[in-house]
C-alpha cells in the first residue's frame, strides 16, 4: 500500500507540471509466457485505466492500473496444463512522439498477484485447482517496452512486452508440495531450478479522452 501511495503522489506531481492531462482507458489481448517452463504462449486479457501526462508537446509520462491475465501452458504425458497468474499492474511509462501520433514507450512496471491456479485437462475433462496459489510469489518487477499510435479522434492502438525481472517462482513451497505428491503435478524442482519470470507480449486499444 505504501508503494501505491508514493505511486499516487508522483502522478499528482506530474499533474500539477504538465500541460495537458488525457484519460485512457484501454482493453487488449495477452500472449503470456514463463521462463523455465518448457511451455507455450497462453492467451488471456488485460483491461485497465492509464493518465497521460503531457510535459512537453512530444513527450509524456503515462501512470496506469490493469488487470491482467497471464501465466503460461504446457503439455504434461497426455495432458494439457495451464497456470493461470492473474495480476494487477502498475506501469509507469515514458512516452515519446516521434512523427504525428505514433510513439515509441518504455517504463518500469510493478505487479501483484490476485490469484493463481492450477487447470488440467485430458480427452474433454478438465480439473481446476488453487493449489499452484503458494507456487508463485506475490510481486512481480518488469519491464515494459512498446511502440504505439494515437489517432486524430482519439483512438490508440499499442504493441508492448512485459520483460519480467524477477523469479516470480516460491521453490520451497513448490518442492514441499512435489515431495507430497511424488511429482504428480509434472514439475519438478530439477527442470525449474527454482526461477522463473514472467513474459507478456500484449496488443491493445483504447480512446485517449
Known sequence: MKKIACLLLLFVAFQVNAQEFHFI?????????????????????????????????NFA?????FYSMQGTKGDVGSSTVKYKNDYLNIPILFKGYVYEGFNLFAGPQLGFK????????????????????????????????GAGYQSPMGLIFSLSYNIGL????????????????????????????????????????????
Open 166 to 209: 524477477t523469479n516470480v517462482l516460491d521453490k520451497d513451497n513448490i518442492a514441499s508440495f512435489i515431495n507430497k505428491t511424488s511429482g504428480v503435478s509434472g514439475i519438478s524442482a530439477s527442470d525449474l531450478d527454482g526461477k522463473s519470470r514472467n513474459g507478456v507480449l500484449q496488443f491493445n486499444v483504447g480512446w485517449r479522452f
Open 61 to 65: 509520462i503515462e501512470p496506469g492500473v
Open 25 to 57: 482507458p484501454k482493453i487488449g489481448l495477452n500472449f503470456a509466457n514463463m521462463t523455465n517452463m518448457e511451455g507455450s504462449m497462453k492467451p488471456g486479457l488485460n483491461i485497465g485505466v492509464a493518465g497521460e501526462v503531457m510535459m512537453t508537446d
Open 114 to 145: 490476485v490469484s493463481s491456479k492450477l487447470k488440467a485437462s485430458e480427452s474433454g475433462t478438465s480439473v481446476s485447482t488453487d493449489v499452484a496459489s503458494d507456487w508463485f510469489k506475490t510481486f512481480d518487477f518488469s519491464i515494459a517496452i
